[in-house]
C-alpha cells in the first residue's frame, strides 16, 4: 500500500448508512474538557476525532495566541524583561518561546508548574476521549513539539491512543477521511515523505465518491489579521482569535491534493484552531460565503491534473466546516452526502 499503509485506521466501515463522525478540537484552554468530551460520547458517533491542540499550559496557550496577533505584547514587559527576552533570544531560544519564559518565569519552580499543568491536561483529555469508541487524534501545531517529549508521550502509550503526526487516512466504503495534521515540512527528508504520503492518497482517492480532510488548522489565508478583526468587530463579534497563516510545504501539497481529485469526487473539509463559530469566521472573512448546514464555499483553482483531462483548467468551490473551541460537532456521512452540525456542549 505504500508510505502511510502503517497509519491505516484498524477500524473500517463500508455501510454508510447513517455513518457519524463525532467531533472536538482546541481543548487545550477548555475549562471542563471531561464535559466536552461527554458530551461527544452521549451523541452515539461510529467514530470520533479530536481536532488537535489536545492540552497544555491554558496561560501559555493564551501568550502564544497574544504574541502572534501583536496585540501590543512588548507593551507587557518591563525594561528588565525587555533586557531578558533580547537574551533569551541571542541564546537560541525562539521568540516566541522567549516570550513565554520572559512573561512567566523561568525558574525551576515556574517551569515545574508548566510542565505539571501540561501534563495533567494531556492526560485528561487523552484518557477520558479514548474511552469513546473508533478514536483518533490529530496533531494540531501545539502538539507537534510536545508529543515528543516526556512531557506528553506517557499519556498517548499508556492510553493506547492513535495519534496522526502525518497524513494519514481511514477508508469508510465510498468515502476516503483524510487525516492532515500540523506539519511543518521544512527539511528536505520531510517534504519527500510528504510528497510520498499525497501521492498515495490521491491513489486511493481515484474511485471514491468523496474525500472528507480532517485537519487542525484552516485551509484559508486572508485578509490580513488587522482587516480580519476589524471586519468581524464591524460585524458585531469579537473574534476569540485572528487566524494567523504562516505559508510553509505542507499547506502548498494540500491543496495540491485537493486540486488535482477528479471533479468527480465530492470534497469537504473540516477543521479546527480558529476557535470562533463560523458566522465568525465568515464576517471576518466575508469572500467565503455559505451557511451553517452546507459550510463556507472555498474556491479552488486550477482543479485537475493535467488539465487536458477534463476540458480547460477550471475552478470548484471546496466546502469548509468548522469545529469551535469549546463545543462538539458532528458529521453525518451517507449516501446523499454529508451533514454538518454543531451541537452545544
Same mark, same amino acid.
Not at 521568540?95 to 517551569?111: K, N
Given at each position: 500500500?505504500?508510505?502511510?499503509?502503517?497509519?491505516?485506521?484498524?477500524?473500517?466501515?463500508?455501510?454508510?448508512?447513517?455513518?457519524?463522525?463525532?467531533?472536538?478540537?482546541?481543548?487545550?484552554?477548555?475549562?471542563?474538557?471531561?464535559?466536552?468530551?461527554?458530551?461527544?460520547?452521549?451523541?452515539?458517533?461510529?467514530?470520533?476525532?479530536?481536532?488537535?491542540?489536545?492540552?497544555?499550559?491554558?496561560?501559555?496557550?493564551?501568550?502564544?495566541?497574544?504574541?502572534?496577533?501583536?496585540?501590543?505584547?512588548?507593551?507587557?514587559?518591563?525594561?528588565?524583561?525587555?533586557?531578558?527576552?533580547?537574551?533569551?533570544?541571542?541564546?537560541?531560544?525562539?521568540?516566541?518561546?522567549?516570550?513565554?519564559?520572559?512573561?512567566?518565569?523561568?525558574?525551576?519552580?515556574?517551569?515545574?508548574?508548566?510542565?505539571?499543568?501540561?501534563?495533567?491536561?494531556?492526560?485528561?483529555?487523552?484518557?477520558?476521549?479514548?474511552?469513546?469508541?473508533?478514536?483518533?487524534?490529530?496533531?494540531?501545531?501545539?502538539?507537534?513539539?510536545?508529543?515528543?517529549?516526556?512531557?506528553?508521550?506517557?499519556?498517548?502509550?499508556?492510553?493506547?491512543?492513535?495519534?496522526?503526526?502525518?497524513?494519514?487516512?481511514?477508508?469508510?466504503?465510498?468515502?476516503?477521511?483524510?487525516?492532515?495534521?500540523?506539519?511543518?515540512?521544512?527539511?528536505?527528508?520531510?517534504?519527500?515523505?510528504?510528497?510520498?504520503?499525497?501521492?498515495?492518497?490521491?491513489?486511493?482517492?481515484?474511485?471514491?465518491?468523496?474525500?472528507? $480532510?480532517? !485537519?487542525?488548522?484552516?485551509?484559508?489565508? /486572508?485578509?490580513? %489579521?488587522?482587516?480580519? #478583526?476589524?471586519?468581524?468587530? @464591524?460585524?458585531?463579534?469579537?473574534?476569540?482569535?485572528?487566524?494567523?497563516?504562516?505559508?510553509?510545504?505542507?499547506?502548498?501539497?494540500?491543496?495540491?491534493?485537493?486540486?488535482?481529485?477528479?471533479?468527480?469526487?465530492?470534497?469537504?473539509?473540516?477543521?479546527?484552531?480558529?476557535?470562533?463559530?463560523?458566522?465568525?469566521?465568515?464576517?471576518?472573512?466575508?469572500?467565503?460565503?455559505?451557511?451553517?448546514?452546507?459550510?463556507?464555499?472555498?474556491?479552488?483553482?486550477?482543479?485537475?491534473?493535467?488539465?487536458?483531462?477534463?476540458?480547460?483548467?477550471?475552478?470548484?468551490?471546496?466546502?469548509?466546516?468548522? $469545529?469551535? !473551541?469549546?463545543?462538539?460537532?458532528?458529521? /453525518?456521512?451517507? %449516501?446523499?452526502?454529508? #451533514?454538518?452540525?454543531?451541537? @452545544?456542549?
Amino acid at each position: 500500500m505504500g508510505s502511510i499503509a502503517t497509519k491505516r485506521f484498524t477500524r473500517t466501515r463500508n455501510d454508510l448508512d447513517g455513518l457519524r463522525i463525532g467531533l472536538v478540537a482546541d481543548t487545550h484552554e477548555a475549562q471542563d474538557p471531561v464535559s466536552l468530551i461527554r458530551r461527544l460520547g452521549e451523541l452515539g458517533c461510529d467514530y470520533h476525532i479530536h481536532l488537535g491542540d489536545i492540552g497544555g499550559s491554558r496561560l501559555a496557550s493564551t501568550l502564544v495566541r497574544e504574541f502572534k496577533q501583536r496585540l501590543g505584547n512588548m507593551e507587557h514587559l518591563s525594561r528588565e524583561e525587555m533586557h531578558r527576552f533580547d537574551q533569551l533570544k541571542q541564546g537560541g531560544m525562539t521568540p516566541i518561546w522567549a516570550y513565554i519564559e520572559t512573561r512567566l518565569g523561568s525558574d525551576p519552580a515556574s517551569r515545574s508548574r508548566r510542565v505539571q499543568e501540561t501534563q495533567h491536561s494531556y492526560d485528561t483529555v487523552v484518557s477520558e476521549m479514548s474511552k469513546l469508541p473508533a478514536t483518533v487524534f490529530i496533531s494540531g501545531n501545539i502538539d507537534k513539539s510536545l508529543i515528543k517529549t516526556e512531557v506528553v508521550a506517557p499519556s498517548f502509550a499508556r492510553h493506547n491512543a492513535r495519534l496522526v503526526v502525518e497524513p494519514s487516512f481511514i477508508d469508510i466504503g465510498a468515502t476516503l477521511a483524510v487525516l492532515w495534521p500540523s506539519i511543518k515540512a521544512t527539511e528536505s527528508q520531510q517534504l519527500r515523505r510528504l510528497e510520498e504520503n499525497v501521492s498515495e492518497l490521491l491513489h486511493l482517492a481515484e474511485n471514491k465518491a468523496r474525500v472528507i $480532510v480532517f !485537519a487542525h488548522e484552516q485551509l484559508f489565508k /486572508g485578509p490580513h %489579521p488587522p482587516k480580519y #478583526k476589524a471586519n468581524a468587530e @464591524a460585524a458585531g463579534h469579537t473574534p476569540m482569535t485572528v487566524p494567523y497563516f504562516e505559508p510553509n510545504p505542507s499547506w502548498k501539497l494540500l491543496l495540491h491534493f485537493l486540486r488535482t481529485l477528479p471533479p468527480t469526487v465530492g470534497l469537504a473539509f473540516v477543521h479546527g484552531h480558529v476557535h470562533d463559530p463560523q458566522d465568525v469566521i465568515q464576517a471576518g472573512a466575508p469572500y467565503m460565503k455559505g451557511t451553517l448546514s452546507e459550510g463556507l464555499m472555498y474556491r479552488l483553482y486550477g482543479l485537475g491534473t493535467p488539465a487536458s483531462c477534463h476540458g480547460a483548467i477550471g475552478r470548484r468551490t471546496l466546502r469548509i466546516f468548522t $469545529v469551535p !473551541a469549546n463545543q462538539v460537532a458532528v458529521l /453525518g456521512v451517507g %449516501p446523499d452526502g454529508v #451533514k454538518f452540525e454543531v451541537l @452545544a456542549s
